[in-house]
């Protein structure tokens, strides 16, 4: 069984940080690409960031500069510092991963920037 659990958010000042946390479990984590989305209210869900096995990344032009991905395969989990926070930054952020055959993800966890 696939469990993506995040972790990390919260309300924060504009021009603040966070660092989310996504443990996976039911994967071979290493060998998988993980992925960070986010979904704002009333907007589609949006790719924020992915980090491959290997270990590059890429980025939405968005958040370009400010956000950063990392994964630690020894503990099985990815994580997204996010820096010089922006209130369009207000979202939920999910961890997804494609697996098995299937795209997984997780619950979501809240971001709230304040201006």
């Known amino acids: 069984q696939v469990q993506l659990v995040e972790s990390g958010g919260g309300l924060v000042q504009a021009g603040g940080s966070l660092r989310l946390s996504c443990a996976a479990s039911?994967?071979?984590?290493?060998?998988?690409?993980m992925r960070w989305y986010r979904q704002a209210p009333g907007k589609q869900r949006e790719l924020v960031a992915a980090?491959?096995?290997?270990?590059?990344?890429n980025y939405a032009d968005s958040v370009k500069g400010r956000f950063t991905i990392s994964r630690d395969n020894a503990k099985n989990t990815v994580y997204l510092q996010l820096n010089d926070l922006k209130p369009e930054d207000t979202a939920l952020y999910y961890c997804?991963?494609?697996?098995?055959?299937?795209?997984?993800w997780g619950q979501g966890t809240q971001v709230t920037v304040s201006s």
């Open positions: 997804n991963v494609p697996a098995w055959g299937q795209n997984y």
């Open positions: 039911g994967i071979i984590f290493s060998i998988n690409t």
């Open positions: 980090i491959a096995s290997g270990g590059s990344t």
